[in-house]
């Protein structure tokens, strides 16, 4: 299945639902780092994730999910910018030995920065133990809209969905304890969903597994890509916050410097006349 992210929405119900499916962009993502597998799994659940929750935003900007952790995992990010393109990194200290181990006390940050506007931030920190269900209690204790999530990823292919009560007009309310009970009719099936089926079905069929008593439309589906947002650019401008003092420092301290994408590995390289031409207002 190509990498593509879905949305649909049950007739008559508050109720929409996002499906994405990732294979190629997850893999580009591994590529660039060497992670255990239990590690490689967790990446690329979250990488969904990430997904998932960005093409519920109506507006072009970046989503940013990031876990921090007192287990073995230490860092997890997933980036989602403009509802198609993906990154992804972790940071684990010591070996990988128990599942278990890996999430310990965890801090869940949810960043959203908008092209224009204001940047959002969440946070909450959690004790569960899947990045589902951490995800599930930040949405429940940060008074967000109602949402569950499902994840899998079998380190070939990552797949989710999610599900998602919207708001209603006062006006368009008509029976509250009807749509309550489409809600955990709707979740309820959702759970019956195995993780080999969220992986290898394609959108329309898996929908109709699991809501064929339903009725429900699909929208066309956006792709998805791994693509990193490094720049030679963004580097000189870490420089820049640097400082001139700090920067030329280094500078006379060694012949270049080099400024590495932790997501990519992209190296970009400023010789001293770079350096020195960057902070003159002059760039090569």
């Known amino acids: 299945m190509p990498d593509q992210s879905y949305s649909f929405l049950f007739n008559d119900t508050p109720i929409r639902g996002k499906l994405v499916h990732t294979s190629e962009s997850y893999l580009a993502i591994l590529k660039k780092q060497q992670y255990h597998s239990k590690i490689q799994t967790l990446l690329g659940e979250f990488m969904c994730a ?59 940050a949810i960043t959203i920065k908008p092209r224009k506007g204001k940047q ?52 368009e309310i008509t029976d509250e304890e009807t749509q309550l009970e489409n809600w955990n009719r709707f979740c309820l099936l959702a759970d019956t969903c195995t993780q080999e089926e969220l992986l290898s079905l394609n959108t329309e069929t898996l929908l109709h597994r699991l809501y064929h008593d339903e009725k429900y439309q699909i929208f066309d589906p956006s792709p998805l890509t791994f693509r990193c947002q490094c720049s030679r650019e963004r580097s000189s401008n870490a420089l820049l916050i640097l400082g001139q003092a700090d920067a030329l420092k280094l500078a006379a301290e ?15 390289t400023f010789s001293r006349s770079d350096i020195r031409s960057l902070f003159n207002g002059t760039r090569h």
Do not use: M
């Open 120 to 171: 959002y931030q969440g946070i909450v920190n959690t004790e569960e133990q899947s990045l589902a269900a951490s995800l599930e209690r930040y949405f429940s204790q940060s008074e967000q809209l109602p949402t569950r999530l499902w994840l899998a990823c079998d380190r070939k292919t990552a797949s989710g969905l999610l599900l998602q009560k919207l708001p209603q007009e006062k006006s």
């Open 50 to 108: 990430a997904a998932l929750l960005s093409s519920t935003l109506k507006f072009e900007g970046k989503l940013t999910l990031q876990i921090k952790s007192e287990g073995t995992l230490k860092l997890l990010v997933a980036e989602c910018e403009n509802q198609q393109y993906l990154r992804a990194i972790a940071r684990i200290k010591g070996e990988v030995y128990d599942s278990s181990e890996l999430l310990n006390n965890l801090q869940l």
């Open 254 to 268: 060694q012949p270049e410097i080099t400024i590495d994408c932790q997501f990519c590995h992209q190296t970009y």
